[in-house]
């Protein structure tokens, strides 16, 4: 079973950077996208970020300019710099790896912005 495993979350203010990462725990192959998701309390899910195997990224408007997400193929790996945090930023953040038959997902790191 492969797993999906996230750090680099934690407490920061406003303003502050952080820096994801989400390696997978062995080789994926055929990933098409690696992504990034967050849920704040009460709210649904939605894509932060997202990166395909050609290299093109799309990310929600309210990150853009302070997001940055980025893969390691060979690593199976993908990052996301967020910078200009703002409590707004608060959430449970979940990397997802997609394949054209299976999506595995992180178990989910907690990003709190806070002064």
């Known amino acids: 079973q492969v797993q999906l495993v996230e750090s680099g979350g934690g407490l920061v203010q406003p303003g502050g950077s952080l820096r994801l990462s989400c390696a997978a725990s062995?080789?994926?192959?055929?990933?098409?996208?690696m992504g990034w998701y967050r849920q704040a309390p009460g709210k649904q899910r939605e894509l932060v970020a997202a990166?395909?195997?050609?290299?093109?990224?799309n990310y929600a408007d309210s990150v853009k300019g302070r997001f940055t997400i980025s893969r390691d193929n060979a690593k199976n790996t993908v990052y996301l710099q967020m910078n200009s945090l703002k409590p707004e930023d608060t959430a449970v953040y979940s990397c997802?790896?997609?394949?054209?038959?299976?999506?595995?997902w992180g178990q989910g790191t907690q990003v709190t912005v806070s002064s």
């Open positions: 990166a395909s195997s050609g290299g093109n990224t």
């Open positions: 062995r080789k994926i192959f055929g990933i098409n996208s």
């Open positions: 997802n790896f997609r394949t054209r038959l299976s999506d595995f």
